[in-house]
């Protein structure tokens, strides 16, 4: 029998710790007891999991003592403060945040590329950010055939990226404008419905977004390739679930279509849906609550000689999220280094 774990999980009544909830019950992760963690604000609340009613509690380093694993998905400042506290109790945290996903000695991993690096883990183990996942994904297979020039990466992302009040404001934004009432906008920097927004994250100097720059340095981190040439545009758009990217590569050699599709069909954790000619490409709506990062509308780049398009999309909360850390853990166990 495997090795059964007290998990503690921060940020339960989120739409990421809901999702938490479904995976370790569709994958059946070996827990022993689950601790269901957040603010004052939802403590009281309950969560079902396994049949049973689990009631959430308020988050205090006393709920990390005896956890063999923690997953910190609340938010960066309160990663900050809890994944030390979760190691120093003798936890693992898997921390969602951007917290530590650029500390020295902190895997940062997508297993089905770079699950080796979790062996040095220092009990911090950071997972990417939800648009990051899927494209190192479908860039991993081409690695092996070809060395990667230049990737282009543009991004439709949806509202869930943002949260559970994110959400809602998109909802609560279209019921507005349909009964002719103003609208409120509290969690993007412009209405959200019937838009889309090319700001995701702060602005930084240099004209990107945060979360354009994370797609740069955290591609190169789990890659294993410090020098990648990776510019991106994050653009936000009035979608309930499930990232979208379009993403152009350029390499040292010509790969036809059917090369790279061929690479994909090989590559655990990737669905290719390529045959649009009639419908047979993924969109956000086809690719919410499903496990894989699913890659079509594959083509040579005309405006380039070595160059490839495609589109990838995947559940932001899923392979994004709650699917990746549990995903670690599986591939932590197996491997004995948990
Ligand atoms: N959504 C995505 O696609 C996605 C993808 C990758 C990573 N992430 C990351 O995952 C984290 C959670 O995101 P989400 O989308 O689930 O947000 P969310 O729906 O807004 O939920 C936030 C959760 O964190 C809890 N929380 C907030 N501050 C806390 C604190 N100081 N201590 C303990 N719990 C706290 C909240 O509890 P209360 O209910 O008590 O307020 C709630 O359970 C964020 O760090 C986010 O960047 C999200």
Redesign the pocket.
């Known amino acids: 029998m495997s090795r059964e774990l007290t998990i503690a999980l ?8 809901a999702e938490f909830l479904r995976t370790m019950e569709e994958r059946e992760t070996p827990v022993k007891e689950l601790r269901l ?7 009281g609340q309950t969560r079902r999991f396994r049949g049973e009613e689990l009631t959430i509690e308020e ?1 205090t380093p006393a709920a990390f003592e005896g956890a063999d694993v923690a997953f910190i ?7 900050q403060e ?1 994944c030390p506290i979760a190691r120093d109790a003798g936890a693992v945290a898997f921390d ?3 917290a530590f996903r650029q500390a020295p000695g902190v895997p940062l991993v997508v297993p089905e590329v770079n699950g080796v690096d979790l062996r040095d883990h220092a009990g911090i183990i950071a ?1 990417p ?2 648009s990051t996942v899927p494209l190192v994904l479908a860039l991993w297979p081409l690695m092996a055939e070809r060395t990667i020039r230049r990737v282009i990466a543009d991004t439709y992302q949806s509202t ?6 994110a959400m809602a404001e998109l909802t609560d934004q279209i019921g507005a404008l349909m009964d002719e009432r103003p609208v409120v906008i509290e969690n993007f920097p412009k209405q959200i419905a019937f838009n889309a927004i090319p700001q995701v994250d702060v602005f930084q100097e240099d004209g990107y977004t945060k979360e354009e720059w994370k797609m740069l340095v955290e591609s190169r981190k789990i890659l294993h390739q410090p020098a990648l040439p990776l510019s991106a545009t994050c653009v936000r758009i009035p979608t309930l679930v499930s990232h979208a990217i379009a993403v152009h590569v350029d390499f040292d050699a010509p790969l036809a279509a059917a090369e790279a599709r061929a690479l994909w069909g090989g590559q655990a954790g990737l669905t290719v849906v390529d045959d649009p000619v009639n419908g047979g490409y993924p969109t956000p709506l086809d690719c919410a609550a499903q496990d894989a990062v699913f890659v079509g509308r594959a083509r040579q780049d005309v405006s380039s000689p070595n160059g490839l398009a495609f589109w990838c999309v995947t559940d ?2 899923r392979k ?2 709650a699917l990746n850390i549990v995903q670690m853990v599986e591939w932590m166990l197996e491997d004995g280094c948990l």
């Open positions: 921060v940020g339960a009544s989120g739409v990421v710790g963690l957040a603010t004052s604000r939802s403590a988050t998905s609340a938010s960066t400042a309160a990663s809890l969602d945040s951007s997972t950010n939800c869930s990226g943002a949260g559970t009040a932001n909360l994004g999220a």
